[in-house]
């Protein structure tokens, strides 16, 4: 079953249209990384809606975390409770099919989850309600097996990579090290350059 959802993770990376090219990314995060937060909230968001019609994406929420035992616990590099996200964000993106849709809730979430770290109320639920994604959808998916594969499957794509820093970002597939620099701090200039090679009139 992993493997299926695996496939399934490759196949949205491979996505492409016969009338429509898109730039495949990859952003492979935590969910209480404070530079992954600063990417999504000052980087992607703010860009999305030019973007969006020459973009693929793709949410890995997994970053420097490990599995143990198939998956019977996992250790994050921010503590438990960043598995907990981690794990929520797989189960609330498995029901969005929309890409504009996925890119509210990873921005919705990834702003007030660390804000919430103390309380232990503070899953996400008003962020799935803002887009419509059943509460009790996340969290069955959350405490079933099916969660569990979706976090293995986010390990395996992340281990293609292997990062040494998060969040990463890959573009078509392919780390480069100067893009992922640059993305910090210029993401809008990176993800032109190779949206322009497809569409030299975008990014005006």
Sequence with gaps: MVRIILVAFLILLNRQTNCHAKVHVQILYESLCTDSINFIKGQLYPIWNEVAPYVDIQFVP??????????????????????TGNKI?????????????????VHCFMSKYKKGLDDNNELGQGCADSIGVPWEYITNCYHSLHGTRLQLAAEQVTSFTSPKFVPTIIYNGRFDQKAQDESQVNFRGVLCSFITQLYPEACQ
Excluded at 62 to 83: D, M, N, R, T, V
Excluded at 89 to 105: F, P, R
Aim: net charge negative; with cysteine.
């Design 89 to 105: 964000q797989s189960c609330a993106l498995s029901a969005i099919v929309d890409q504009s849709t996925q890119v509210e809730y």
């Design 62 to 83: 997994f970053g420097k975390s490990a599995s143990l035992h198939g998956g019977a616990h996992f250790i994050c590099q921010h503590g438990p409770k960043e598995c």
